[in-house]
């Protein structure tokens, strides 16, 4: 009986963290895109950097911390930023903030941006228990979260690249 009971209990574990895990996510890529539509920074960071920091701050503890302010690189610590120009055909061109391009919109054809995180990956509780005939290890648990908005104002020229 006891068996099968923790089997069942670690099945149930294993699917509340998921489940919190990946509500977190969801929740922190919000917040970013909240925060990136009003194209404000924060102190001397960039744009970019300003948003996966507010991501960070809001993701409870689930993303990798880094020591120091975020750099303005896309994909720091699995939170990325991405920015999409409206075509009059309603296609979305990218726009590579990399480059420093700048930022000549009309007003109907705001930006939109795009906030996700990639990649997180998070232990079962299953593999603590070895059972013959599994393997080594059961694989785990790999989320993401993206969230949209269309941008309040377009950010200032060269901004996406900070």
């Known amino acids: 009986m006891l068996l099968p009971m923790l089997g069942f209990l670690f099945l149930i574990l294993d699917i509340s963290w ?3 895990s990946r509500s977190t996510l969801q929740y922190a890529v919000a917040q970013g895109v909240r925060y990136a539509v009003t194209s404000q920074t924060t102190g ?23 020591a120091g302010a975020a750099t303005g690189v ?6 990325y930023v991405d920015y999409y120009l409206v075509n009059s055909d309603g296609s979305l061109t990218s726009e590579d903030g990399a480059t ?15 906030v996700s995180v990639q990649g997180l990956s998070s232990k079962t509780f ?25 941008m309040e104002a377009p950010p200032l020229a060269g901004t996406p690249a900070q």
């Open 74 to 79: 896309n994909g720091w610590n699995g939170i």
């Open 44 to 66: 001397t960071m960039g744009l970019r950097a300003s948003i996966q920091t507010v991501v960070q701050d809001n993701a409870f503890g689930r993303l990798r911390t880094t």
């Open 100 to 114: 420093g391009t700048s930022w000549t919109t009309a007003a109907a054809e705001l930006p939109l941006v795009e």
């Open 18 to 20: 998921a489940v919190y």
């Open 126 to 150: 299953m593999p603590t228990i070895k059972l013959p005939g599994l393997g080594p290890a059961l694989s785990p648990i790999v989320m993401g979260a993206v969230a949209w908005d269309r």
